[in-house]
Nanobody, 119 residues
């Protein structure tokens, strides 16, 4: 059974930092492109970042603007999202997801972790 478990969310003041982790099990992690998404209250889920199977390619949403960094450790079956210079508008539930074909259709999703940025 595939599981993606996010952690590292919490409450932080504007300008602060958080590091999200997503631990994967039940799949061959290095075969998957991994992505981070977020969903704010009343809004649709949106793409944040993704990283290719061997971390050769990283893609970010425009709103990241150099503030977030995605990385992965295939030995630990874990993907990370380092978030710096957080803004109140970054408040959302953050989800990680796994894409087997790298075509943008994610096969597996985590349960999400709440990030709240206070002003």
């Amino acid at each position: 059974q595939v599981q993606l478990v996010e952690s590292g969310g919490g409450l932080v003041q504007a300008g602060g930092s958080l590091r999200l982790s997503c631990a994967a099990s039940g799949l061959t992690f290095s075969n998957y492109t991994m992505g981070w998404f977020r969903q704010a209250p009343g809004k649709e889920r949106e793409f944040v970042a993704r990283i290719s199977r061997i971390a050769g390619t990283r893609t970010y949403a425009a709103f990241v603007k150099g503030r977030f960094t995605i990385s992965r450790d295939n030995a630990k079956n874990t993907v990370y999202l380092q978030m710096n210079s957080l803004k109140p508008e970054d408040t959302a539930v953050y989800y990680c997801a796994a894409d087997r074909t790298a075509g943008g259709a994610y096969d597996y999703w985590g349960q999400g972790t709440q990030v709240t940025v206070s002003s």
